[in-house]
């Protein structure tokens, strides 16, 4: 149940023991406002919360092996709702909630506007952005000039070897491949852990 339908029932438990002249029991709030849908427990607990907000907003007598039984208004019921009551509150609450939400921008905006300044100030960042986007570059390249050699010396100039030293050949170019590719690999994650430390 949201707390707008919680603050309406205690305004109307209120207005209800303003309208009556004697003392009534729980159970006519109950009756009245919340049954079949609703127990008496929630009543209870709603008028629970009225107490704790202000003891003397309801004059509250126990009996019947219960803690609340019997309920009157007092003087300062009528002060409260005057001024506007739970529901006034709740409005009020609401209001200051959506006026800080409403700065929550201007203050992204702030934040993202001091981190730009930190990155123009942080030249060694930028320096190993680039030192791991080249590293990038270099094994791409070191790949395709691998592969154009491959493709070169097997489709454009066929040179007349036997077989076994043909696939001897290209077992030495695969094993200077992949070498080649874990020399350069160590190379990106050095870079990258020291991207990430000057990060950290």
Do not use: C
Request: no cysteine; hydrophobic share 40%; net charge negative.
């Amino acid at each position: 149940m949201g707390e707008f339908f919680k603050a309406e029932l205690k305004d109307r438990f209120l207005e209800y023991a303003l309208d009556r002249k004697d003392y009534f029991e729980i159970q006519t709030l109950y009756d009245e406002f919340l049954r079949p849908n609703y127990s008496l427990h929630f009543v209870e607990r709603l008028i629970k919360d009225i107490q704790e907000y202000d003891p003397n907003l309801l004059d509250i007598m126990s009996g019947n092996g219960v803690e609340i039984f019997l309920l009157a208004s007092t003087p300062s019921t009528q002060d409260f709702l005057d001024d506007g009551g739970f529901m006034d509150m709740y409005v009020k609450e609401e209001e200051r909630w959506d006026v800080f939400l409403g700065q929550l921008p201007t203050a992204k905006k702030e934040v993202k506007e001091e981190k730009q300044l930190f990155k123009k100030k942080s030249p060694g960042l930028k320096k190993e952005k680039t030192l791991l986007f080249g590293l990038i570059a270099a094994v791409a390249i070191s790949f395709l000039f691998t592969l154009f050699s491959i493709l070169k010396e097997s489709l454009f100039e066929p040179q007349y070897v036997p077989a076994d030293d043909f696939e001897r050949e290209m077992e030495r170019i695969r094993l200077e491949y992949l070498e080649e590719n874990q020399r350069l690999q160590l190379e990106l994650k050095e870079a990258r852990r020291n991207l990430d430390s000057l990060k950290g």
